[in-house]
Nanobody, 118 residues
Framework: QVQLVESGGGLVQPGGSLRLSCAASAAGFAINAMGWYRQGPGKQRELVAA???????NYSDSVKGRFTISRDNAKKTLFLQMNSLKPEDTAVYYC????????????WGQGTQVTVSS
């Protein structure tokens, strides 16, 4: 049973920073491209940051230059450093193995809530 546990969310003011973590229990973590998805209020869940098994990152235009994705394959952990946060970044953030812009391969974890508000 694959388990993904996201953490690190919270309430932050505009312009602030947060660092999210995702711990995976699956043995296949190291060989898969991983991503951070987010689902804002009333919106579809979407991919915002991706990283290959070798560590090459890619970002959606909405977060490029502000977010940094990284991974520690030995610890089966995925990270998302979020800087210069905006109210529109408010969402529940999830990690998973990438299948498409909107879908993932493994079961979803509980996610971690990020709220950007003054």
């Amino acid at each position: 049973q694959v388990q993904l546990v996201e953490s690190g969310g919270g309430l932050v003011q505009p312009g602030g920073s947060l660092r999210l973590s995702c711990a995976a229990s699956a043995a296949g973590f190291a060989i898969n491209a991983m991503g951070w998805y987010r689902q804002g209020p009333g919106k579809q869940r979407e991919l915002v940051a991706a990283i290959t098994s070798g560590g090459t990152p890619n970002y959606s235009d909405s977060v490029k230059g502000r977010f940094t994705i990284s991974r520690d394959n030995a610890k089966k952990t995925l990270f998302l450093q979020m800087n210069s946060l905006k109210p529109e970044d408010t969402a529940v953030y999830y990690c998973n193995v990438i299948a498409s812009y909107y879908t993932a391969l493994w079961s979803w974890g509980q996610g971690t809530q990020v709220t950007v508000s003054s």
